[in-house]
């Protein structure tokens, strides 16, 4: 069975604002280091149908180390964090 535990750790992102704030994320800094998204690789929305339903935009990315990192926007928060799932066993 597969476990869908994550969690969520806030994150400092440099983005694109084109036609809507925060369109696309450039950069971040993740656990003191800077690091270049090179591709995004997918991305999507969730809520915003309902009232109590803000926008959550994720953006799966590849960075500058080679690396794989899944991040999101809270438009409601204006909050930017990553999502982190923790390794079998622990």
Do not use: C
Request: zero cysteines.
């Amino acid at each position: 069975m597969k476990d869908n535990k994550f969690y969520l750790e806030r994150i400092e992102v440099e983005s694109y604002s084109g036609y809507r704030l925060h369109e696309s994320p450039r950069k971040f800094i993740y656990k003191k280091r800077r690091y270049v998204i090179q591709e995004i690789i997918d991305r999507w929305y969730e809520g915003g149908m309902k009232p109590d339903a803000p926008v959550v935009s994720y953006f799966k990315v590849r960075a500058d180390d080679g690396k794989q990192y899944l991040i999101r926007y809270d438009s409601f928060h204006d909050e930017w964090t990553m999502v982190i799932r923790p390794a079998a066993g622990l």
